[in-house]
């Protein structure tokens, strides 16, 4: 229904949102909606849906948004009556009374404030972007109805990233296009919420010591105990144990690949040899794997009983039975976690009972044979949960015989339709959509707060630590960006040699920056920093933005007797400072790239791949 996507940092065709994501917007396209790309490359979406190509230097979203509403705003273009009756603190006229006095949205936006306005002149030399494309499309956004801002998550990972998030949830606001068919109200819209959980909560399902922002683990065990809280994002507490940094002497990996996938790699390697233990819980052999000390085989999808959920939205249900048993020693990860409970208990008296208690419906047998007990929760939640709340007439053997739920719906899903229509509330303190936070604003020691830095209550933009605008450009003068690959899903699949001969993990150039070094395609190239250097083959195209490096990211690290990782992984080079607001700052790393003689190791298995690439031409 949109007559205007603007893909922001997003990229359909290797990161989509939904299983139907393409085929929604092949029937938007068919219907004339005209698609524009921000994007320091020119992927392949924007290939295939014919879209107007703004090359945006990276991390400058939050300028141009901001520019975007200059022109909104100068020229009369915003739906007032839209934010006079649901939004917060938007202008003058929708500031919270107790905030009636402070810095408005627009206010800061027409420089009024400030002495400086952020119009397009003033976002051009920020961003890259000629003043005069800024321009038109903030025209095109605020004249187009419905209109589609998908301000995706790539550009958030980054430093400051929050104000780019919030700077087109105000965009996305001032035109009102927030709960409207065909319009967007976030980065990618959620209007259907599942019921997602199956297994049981006990009393201990919550609990939490020191929360501190996952990135910044290693920089604690590293200085720990010369660490402030607001290093590490330290969250607040109502107890005594507010503000005790904590000196962590184990870490428990269960199902995520993090120290592969974690920033500032070079610093996860320094701490993890500080460490009394390390668990991996996985069902391969990740790089995380490589440094446990002990590591726990678990059981695939295809070896348990399960229900599954689309990516990242979807309104149906996948029944997925167990097709053979484990393998080996494997288990699954609720059988681990059940018997872990039952030897606890078996080594504190204080924790009497606990096995039961986590697992009510299962005796310690469940750690050889958990097939009953899983059949008794997944048919008591699809009982008791998705038949009565949400109106589902199949019987569970119904399901497990037909193997998929499809909810059919009488319109469109549409996220915050029913606040804009039906005038519910909102799930802010005010019930509106609140550009200007009450929350943030009151906040007058933010060393106290898991963001440990100031947020300003508002949208603003915020020079980010590392950019091409930033003068270390003199040594690294590449800003490198880490996407999703198309191949495999974050680092799932990399060790899968097929696809790895399908899609090479390299760096990609641009030309005018690639004749410059001397480099052509297929040259091996050192991608490098103070942080740390990877070895990869060198891509060059006009696709790219001159002075942008790209090279994805998800490759298991493979380190050579020096140090330097031969597999490409972009997260030796990526910084481990984040965002005040928690989000990892992956797309904040400049690098340096020269031409090398050190070999690309792109796995660990090479003679995994595809029998076409061993045996060819009678060899």
Same mark, same amino acid.
């Given at each position: 229904?949109?007559?205007?996507?603007?893909?922001?940092?997003?990229?359909?065709?290797?990161?989509?949102?939904? @299983?139907?994501?393409?085929?929604?917007?092949?029937?938007?396209?068919?219907?004339?909606?005209?698609?524009v790309?921000?994007?320091?490359?020119?992927?392949?979406?924007?290939?295939?849906?014919?879209?107007?190509?703004?090359?945006?230097?990276?991390?400058?979203? !939050?300028?141009?948004?901001?520019?975007?509403?200059?022109?909104?705003?100068?020229?009369?273009l915003?739906?007032?009556?839209?934010?006079?009756?649901?939004?917060?603190?938007?202008?003058?006229?929708?500031?919270?009374?107790?905030?009636?006095?402070?810095? #408005?949205?627009?206010?800061?936006?027409?420089?009024?404030?400030?002495?400086?306005?952020?119009?397009?002149?003033?976002?051009?030399?920020?961003?890259?972007?000629?003043?005069?494309?800024?321009?038109?499309?903030?025209?095109?956004?605020?004249?187009?109805?419905?209109?589609?801002?998908?301000?995706?998550?790539?550009?958030?990972?980054?430093?400051?990233? /929050?104000?780019? #998030?919030?700077?087109?949830?105000?965009?996305?606001?001032?035109?009102?296009?927030?709960?409207?068919?065909?319009?967007?109200?976030?980065?990618?819209?959620?209007?259907?919420?599942? /019921?997602?959980?199956?297994?049981?909560h006990? /009393?201990?399902?919550?609990?939490?010591?020191?929360?501190?922002?996952?990135?910044?683990?290693?920089h604690?065990?590293?200085?720990?105990?010369?660490?402030?809280?607001?290093?590490?994002g330290?969250?607040?507490?109502?107890d005594?144990?507010?503000?005790?940094?904590?000196?962590?002497?184990?870490?428990?990996?269960?199902? #995520?690949?993090?120290?592969?996938?974690?920033?500032?790699?070079?610093?996860?390697?320094?701490?993890?040899?500080?460490?009394?233990?390390?668990?991996?819980?996985?069902?391969?052999?990740?790089?995380?794997?490589?440094?446990?000390?002990?590591?726990?085989?678990?059981a695939?999808?295809?070896?348990?009983?399960d229900?599954?959920?689309?990516?990242?939205?979807?309104?149906?249900?996948?029944?997925?039975?167990?097709?053979?048993?484990?393998? @080996?020693?494997?288990?699954?990860?609720?059988?681990?976690?059940?018997?872990?409970?039952?030897?606890? %208990?078996?080594?504190?008296?204080?924790?009497?009972?606990?096995?039961?208690?986590?697992?009510?419906?299962?005796?310690?047998?469940?750690?050889?044979?958990?097939?009953?007990?899983?059949?008794?929760?997944?048919?008591?939640?699809?009982?008791?949960?998705?038949?009565?709340?949400?109106?589902?007439?199949?019987?569970?053997?119904?399901?497990?015989?037909? @193997?998929?739920?499809?909810?059919?719906?009488?319109?469109?899903?549409?996220?915050?339709?029913?606040?804009? %229509?039906?005038?519910?509330?909102?799930?802010?303190?005010?019930?509106?959509?609140?550009?200007?936070?009450?929350?943030?604003?009151?906040?007058?020691?933010?060393?106290?707060?898991?963001?440990?830095?100031?947020?300003?209550?508002?949208?603003?933009?915020?020079?980010?630590?590392?950019?091409?605008?930033?003068?270390?450009?003199?040594?690294?003068?590449?800003?490198?960006?880490?996407?999703?690959?198309?191949?495999?899903t974050?680092?799932?699949?990399?060790?899968? @040699?097929?696809?790895?001969?399908?899609?090479?993990?390299?760096?990609?150039?641009?030309? #005018?920056?690639?004749?410059?070094?001397?480099?052509?395609?297929?040259?091996?190239?050192?991608?490098?920093?103070?942080?740390?250097?990877?070895?990869?083959p060198?891509?060059?195209?006009?696709r790219?933005?001159?002075?942008?490096?790209?090279?994805?990211?998800?490759?298991?690290?493979?380190?050579?007797?020096?140090?330097?990782d031969?597999a490409?992984?972009p997260?030796f080079?990526?910084?481990?400072?984040?965002?005040?607001?928690? !989000?990892?700052?992956?797309?904040?790393?400049?690098?340096?790239?020269?031409?090398?003689s050190?070999?690309?190791?792109?796995?660990?298995?090479?003679?995994?791949?595809?029998?076409?690439?061993?045996?060819?031409?009678?060899?």
């Amino acid at each position: 229904h949109s007559k205007l996507i603007i893909m922001w940092g997003w990229n359909p065709a290797y990161t989509f949102h939904g @299983g139907n994501t393409f085929y929604y917007m092949r029937m938007a396209k068919q219907r004339g909606c005209k698609f524009v790309l921000v994007d320091p490359q020119f992927t392949d979406s924007a290939a295939v849906y014919d879209a107007w190509w703004l090359p945006i230097r990276p991390n400058t979203d !939050a300028a141009m948004l901001a520019a975007m509403a200059h022109v909104i705003f100068a020229e009369n273009l915003q739906d007032q009556a839209f934010i006079d009756r649901f939004a917060l603190g938007v202008d003058r006229g929708t500031m919270p009374k107790e905030w009636a006095n402070a810095e #408005s949205f627009k206010d800061y936006i027409l420089g009024t404030s400030d002495g400086q306005p952020k119009s397009p002149e003033w976002a051009e030399p920020i961003c890259g972007i000629k003043a005069a494309d800024i321009r038109k499309l903030a025209r095109m956004y605020a004249d187009t109805k419905p209109a589609a801002l998908k301000a995706s998550w790539a550009p958030g990972r980054a430093s400051y990233g /929050e104000q780019y #998030s919030r700077m087109a949830a105000a965009l996305q606001t001032i035109t009102g296009n927030v709960g409207k068919l065909g319009g967007s109200s976030e980065g990618v819209g959620k209007a259907w919420h599942a /019921e997602s959980v199956a297994y049981p909560h006990d /009393e201990n399902a919550n609990i939490w010591y020191a929360s501190i922002k996952s990135d910044r683990w290693a920089h604690c065990v590293l200085n720990y105990p010369s660490v402030r809280r607001e290093e590490i994002g330290l969250w607040p507490r109502k107890d005594a144990l507010d503000g005790k940094i904590p000196n962590i002497k184990a870490i428990f990996w269960q199902g #995520s690949d993090w120290f592969n996938q974690l920033t500032n790699i070079n610093k996860e390697i320094r701490a993890v040899r500080k460490l009394d233990l390390v668990v991996c819980m996985d069902a391969t052999i990740t790089p995380s794997g490589l440094w446990a000390d002990v590591l726990l085989p678990i059981a695939t999808h295809f070896e348990r009983h399960d229900v599954a959920l689309p990516w990242y939205k979807g309104h149906y249900y996948i029944h997925r039975p167990k097709v053979i048993e484990p393998l @080996g020693e494997s288990k699954t990860d609720f059988q681990v976690f059940t018997e872990l409970a039952y030897r606890l %208990e078996a080594l504190d008296s204080k924790l009497e009972g606990f096995g039961h208690r986590y697992n009510p419906r299962a005796t310690r047998s469940y750690f050889r044979d958990p097939d009953a007990v899983d059949e008794a929760y997944l048919s008591h939640w699809w009982n008791n949960k998705v038949r009565p709340h949400q109106g589902v007439t199949m019987s569970w053997d119904e399901f497990k015989t037909h @193997g998929v739920y499809k909810f059919t719906f009488k319109e469109p899903l549409v996220a915050f339709r029913k606040q804009i %229509e039906k005038g519910e509330r909102f799930a802010t303190a005010s019930g509106k959509i609140e550009i200007f936070s009450p929350q943030l604003a009151g906040i007058t020691d933010w060393t106290k707060t898991q963001y440990g830095y100031p947020i300003p209550a508002i949208p603003k933009w915020i020079e980010p630590l590392e950019s091409l605008n930033h003068p270390k450009v003199k040594r690294f003068p590449f800003h490198l960006i880490s996407p999703h690959p198309r191949e495999r899903t974050h680092s799932i699949y990399h060790n899968i @040699g097929w696809l790895r001969e399908t899609v090479s993990q390299e760096v990609t150039l641009n030309a #005018s920056d690639a004749k410059r070094l001397g480099i052509v395609t297929g040259d091996t190239v050192e991608v490098y920093n103070d942080r740390g250097s990877c070895i990869v083959p060198a891509y060059v195209t006009e696709r790219c933005l001159p002075g942008v490096a790209v090279l994805h990211e998800g490759a298991w690290m493979d380190l050579d007797d020096k140090g330097i990782d031969r597999a490409g992984n972009p997260d030796f080079l990526t910084p481990d400072e984040p965002s005040p607001a928690g !989000a990892f700052a992956y797309n904040t790393a400049l690098v340096g790239i020269r031409k090398t003689s050190l070999a690309h190791r792109p796995g660990w298995d090479e003679l995994a791949i595809a029998r076409s690439g061993v045996f060819r031409r009678g060899d």
